[in-house]
């Protein structure tokens, strides 16, 4: 079973920059397509980005496209998010997740793994 561990989360100025990463247990991670989604408080949970098994499949919600970016490390079992040009809207918890498919699923039902969730806050 793959466990996953987000890390990287803190407290950032508005412009500046952070540097999520998911680091996955077991030896079947190249197996899931993973993808980042974040929760702000009284919203939903939505996705932000994710990226099929090699890598050359990638998906962005539209208020991150451009200044977000999606990669993943199989050697490493490793998912990392670059965030740039962060405001004070990407102020949430990142969670990490993972669906056992090659497919870039948007819907959340679909990710069968989930790791903790790192706080992330953006200040103006």
């Known amino acids: 079973q793959v466990q996953l561990v987000e890390s990287g989360g803190g407290l950032v100025q508005a412009g500046g920059s952070l540097r999520l990463s998911c680091e996955a247990s077991?030896?079947?991670?190249?197996?899931?397509?993973m993808a980042w989604f974040r929760q702000a408080p009284g919203k939903e949970r939505d996705l932000i980005a994710a990226?099929?098994?090699?890598?050359?499949?990638?998906y962005y919600a539209g208020s991150v496209k451009g200044r977000f970016t999606i990669s993943r490390d199989n050697a490493k079992n490793t998912v990392a998010l670059q965030m740039n040009s962060l405001k004070p809207e990407d102020t949430a918890v990142y969670y990490c997740?993972?669906?056992?498919?090659?497919?870039?699923?948007?819907?959340?039902?679909?990710?069968?793994?989930w790791g903790q969730g790192t706080q992330v806050t953006v200040s103006s």
């Open positions: 997740a993972g669906n056992p498919t090659s497919r870039t699923y948007t819907s959340g039902r679909y990710y069968t793994l």
């Open positions: 077991g030896r079947t991670f190249s197996n899931y397509a």
């Open positions: 990226i099929g098994w090699s890598g050359d499949s990638t």
